[in-house]
C-alpha cells in the first residue's frame, strides 16, 4: 500500500519549544516538499529536497529546518524562531509532475 | 509576479448540476497546470492536469480548460454530487532547472446541497 505518512495528526507546542514533523513516503519519489497551509489559504512552500542529502530553501524558510538523510524520510523541524508556528504542515513528494500530498499535520502553539 | 489566483472564494450548487471553478495565472511561461481537490482536515488530492499545449482534457465527470489567450483555467465537474464539496485549488508547475515549482491559488469552496 503506497503512499506518504505524516505523524503525528495533531501536535501541541508550548512556545520556545522546538518540534519536528514526521514525513515518510514509499513510492520510490526523488523529489519531496513541505507546505505551510493557513486558514482560507493556499499552500506556500517551506522547503524541498530534489535528491537525498540535498535541500533547498522555499518561500518562507525562516525558523524551519529540514534533513533529507533517507530518500524515504524528510523530517520537519519547526524551531523557536519561527513567530507563528499554528498551521496546517502538509508533506508531498514527486517523480515527474504531479505532487503527491500526505494526510497533513495541525501544529498548535499554546 | 508569480500570481495564481480565484474568480469566486465560494461555490453553492444543488446536487445534480454542472459547476465551474474558475482560476487566473499571470505567468504565461508556466508548463503545467493541475486541480487539487481538498477535504476538510485532509491532503490535497489529485483530480486532473493539463499541459499547457493543451487546452482541453477530460476525465471522469471532470473537465479541465485551459486559455493561454487570457492566462484562464477552469474545472468543470458535471453532475455535481455531495461528495464533490470541498475545496478546490489550481496549481501551476514552473520547471526550474528540473525543479518543478507548484504555485497555488488560494483556493474555492464547492458547497453542494442535496
Known amino acids: 500500500d503506497g503512499g506518504i505518512t505524516q505523524s503525528p495528526k495533531y501536535l501541541f507546542r508550548k512556545e520556545g519549544q522546538n518540534v519536528t514533523l514526521s514525513c515518510e513516503q514509499n513510492?520510490?519519489?526523488?523529489?519531496m516538499y513541505w507546505y505551510r497551509q493557513d486558514p482560507g489559504q493556499g499552500l506556500r512552500l517551506i522547503y524541498y529536497s530534489q535528491i537525498v542529502n540535498d535541500f533547498q530553501k522555499g518561500d518562507i524558510a525562516e525558523g524551519y529546518s529540514v534533513s533529507r538523510e533517507k530518500k524515504e524520510s524528510f523530517p520537519l523541524t519547526v524551531t523557536s524562531a519561527q513567530k507563528n508556528p499554528t498551521a496546517f504542515y502538509l508533506c508531498?513528494?514527486?517523480?515527474?509532475?504531479?505532487?503527491?500530498f500526505g494526510p497533513g499535520t495541525r501544529l498548535t502553539v499554546l | 509576479g508569480e500570481n495564481v489566483g480565484l474568480h469566486l472564494p465560494t461555490l453553492s450548487v444543488q446536487e445534480g448540476d454542472n459547476s465551474i471553478i474558475n482560476c487566473a495565472y499571470s505567468n504565461s511561461a508556466s508548463d503545467y497546470f493541475i486541480w487539487y481537490k481538498q477535504e476538510s482536515g485532509k491532503g490535497p488530492q489529485f483530480i486532473i492536469d493539463i499541459r499547457s499545449n493543451m487546452d482541453k482534457r477530460q476525465g471522469q465527470r471532470v473537465t479541465v480548460l485551459l486559455n493561454k489567450t487570457v492566462k484562464h483555467l477552469s474545472l468543470q465537474i458535471a453532475a455535481t454530487q455531495p461528495g464533490d464539496s470541498a475545496v478546490y485549488f489550481c496549481?501551476?508547475?514552473?520547471?526550474?532547472?528540473?525543479?518543478?515549482?507548484?504555485?497555488f491559488g488560494t483556493g474555492t469552496r464547492l458547497l453542494v446541497s442535496p
Open positions: 508531498a513528494s514527486s517523480r515527474v509532475q504531479e505532487q503527491f
Open positions: 496549481a501551476e508547475i514552473h520547471m526550474n532547472t528540473g525543479f518543478q515549482k507548484l504555485v
Open positions: 513510492l520510490n519519489h526523488d523529489a
